[in-house]
């Protein structure tokens, strides 16, 4: 772990640009603002480098390193706590304030794929490293929630589910929520078999089937392999749920060597976390 690195600030982090109340702040980290080394350093100048921003207690990075790291996370967004998941890729979804419980009584993290509250001060909090992390909540900021959307808990509808959950406790309809697609793994650079396909046109609707298969083009260099857009998949998740705001999704893992770690890449790397919650002082005003 190396020390005497700059603070982790928001020129660090993502923000959605998305039209809510200010009570919703949300964030995507990156690579940069930590205390970790290589392999799970920053990128510069073509190098691993020491100052990396790993929040992934799995990776085999220095514990005390992704401790650093997440502390620092946290008094950047000025949360008390946050709802760290042992995600699964399923579509488990639980309360952020239930998953902290579990998490001071048995001393591990809920296993679950997404979190929600109408809480303040309690971030929704998912990691990723080449998944989507897709952040929801409705205008006036009632309710929050963060889903881990890889391809399978995507299929399995985590997206839908957790929307779902948001309106229900922001008492609003599905179709008036906000959503983001965070940085994930782009429509150029995933491949995947033909079971990936198969897992998404089987479960479609007849009125987003076309646009469902155009989300998988014929890899270029292997016939057996498909590019996937899980980005457009998403959307299209969230679309027929009726969502007219959706934002994100331009931001690849993969490419973006620079900002962001990715699995698929490296294969040994660090992990990114997306963050969503109601603001505890503006809550406080708004009251």
Not at 94 to 115: F, I, K, Q, W
Not at 209 to 226: E, L, S
Not at 244 to 257: F, K, N, Q, Y
């Amino acid at each position: 772990m190396s020390t005497n690195l700059p603070e982790l600030g928001f020129a660090d982090v993502v923000q959605p640009a998305w039209n809510v109340s200010p009570r919703v702040r949300a964030l995507v980290t990156t690579r940069d603002g930590g205390v970790s080394d290589a392999p799970f350093g920053r990128w510069r100048d073509g190098a691993d480098q020491p100052g990396g921003l790993n929040l992934g207690m799995k990776t085999g990075d220095d514990p005390a390193a992704v401790a650093s790291n997440r502390a620092r996370l946290l008094a950047l967004a000025g949360v008390r706590e946050a709802a760290w998941l042992e995600q699964i890729h399923g579509a488990g979804i639980v309360r952020a304030e239930d998953a902290l419980a579990h998490a001071r009584e048995h001393g591990t993290p809920a296993r679950a794929d997404a979190s929600v509250t109408d809480r303040a001060g309690i971030a929704c909090v998912v990691m990723v490293a080449d998944c989507m992390p897709v952040l929801l909540c409705d205008e006036a900021g009632r309710a929050v929630g963060a889903a881990h959307a890889g391809w399978r808990g995507l299929a399995a509808g985590i997206v839908e589910q957790t929307a779902a959950r948001v309106a229900a406790l922001a008492g609003v309809q599905a179709s008036e929520l906000h959503a983001y697609l965070g940085p994930s793994i782009g429509p150029s650079t995933f491949e995947v078999g033909p079971d990936v396909r198969d897992a998404f046109m089987t479960t479609v609707d007849d009125a987003q089937r076309d646009a469902t298969a155009r989300a998988f083009v014929a890899h270029p260099g292997n016939a057996a392999k498909y590019l996937a857009d899980l980005p457009a998949l998403a959307r299209l998740r969230l679309q027929r749920l009726g969502l007219a705001h959706i934002s994100g999704g331009d931001l690849c893992t993969v490419t973006l060597r620079e900002r962001f770690y990715s699995y698929r890449r490296d294969r040994e790397t660090g992990r990114m976390a997306a963050l969503i919650w109601i603001d505890q002082q503006a809550q406080t005003m708004a009251d």
